[in-house]
């Protein structure tokens, strides 16, 4: 089992431009989340997505839109690029939600977004 | 507001040391405790969670957590620090009831580990 990938690993950006961060699992998790990593900062939650076709919005959404493709995938985007969103972006699964059962979230790699 | 706090940004530890990693929360209701550690360079893997029952946490690599309710704490020990424990760890919590998911964490503690 590869558990979460994403891709690209690295990203440069130009401010205004649009991009797509993939991530996808292989564990048949129910629940996907995507965080970001600012230096000092913890991780923040973006969005998340109880199950195929349904998302909601985390503590930090604005600037990013979200798609759960299906089961295995959830896709984070950014429309407008700005050196706000300069950061480490991870995404999560879940069996369901850790909220309620204290699920195990597993973490991908993350991918590393430089916006100029 | 739900938060985490660690309140050590770093920790520096003599290899074979015993540590300990602080956390305190602040919610309404008893939450579900999490430690993870992230490598420089990787993603984030779970070292322990407390989620009812037994206030001491067993987890892998040596680890463990004692959570305690009147001080609203989570702190992270292990007896005998290895130089391959040198990393980023973090506090991180959730809790049922509040109508949304996903994790808060803490800022996290850099461990240093000095041979």
């Known amino acids: 089992n590869a558990g979460v990938t994403q891709t690209p690993k690295f990203q440069v950006l130009k401010t205004g431009q649009s991009m797509t961060l993939q991530c996808a699992q292989d564990?048949?998790?129910?629940?996907m989340y995507w965080y970001r990593q600012d230096p000092g900062m913890g991780l923040r939650l973006i969005y998340y997505?109880?199950?195929?076709?349904?998302?909601d919005k985390g503590e930090v959404p604005n600037g990013y839109n979200v798609s759960r493709l299906n089961k295995r995938e959830f896709s984070l985007r950014l429309e407008s690029a700005a050196p706000s969103q300069t950061s480490v972006y991870f995404c999560?699964?879940?069996?369901?939600?850790?909220?309620?059962?204290?699920?195990?979230?597993?973490f991908g790699p993350g991918t590393r977004l430089l916006v100029l | 507001a739900q938060s985490v706090t660690q309140p050590d940004i770093h920790i520096t530890v003599s290899e074979g040391a015993s540590l300990e990693l602080r956390c305190n929360y602040s919610y309404g209701a008893t939450p579900y405790l999490f430690w993870y550690v992230q490598s420089p360079g990787q993603g984030l893997q779970l070292l322990l969670k407390?989620?009812?029952?037994?206030?001491l946490v067993q987890g892998i690599k040596g680890f463990e957590a004692e959570f305690k309710r009147s001080q609203s704490s989570f702190n992270l020990r292990k007896p005998s620090v290895h130089w391959s424990d040198a990393a980023e760890y973090f506090c991180a919590a959730t809790y049922s009831g509040g109508g949304a998911d996903g994790l808060t964490f803490g800022k996290g503690t850099h461990l240093i580990i000095q041979p």
């Open positions: 564990m048949n998790h129910n629940s």
């Open positions: 999560a699964s879940s069996e369901g939600w850790v909220s309620t059962g204290g699920e195990t979230q597993y």
């Open positions: 407390y989620f009812s029952g037994d206030t």
């Open positions: 997505s109880a199950s195929e076709g349904t998302t």
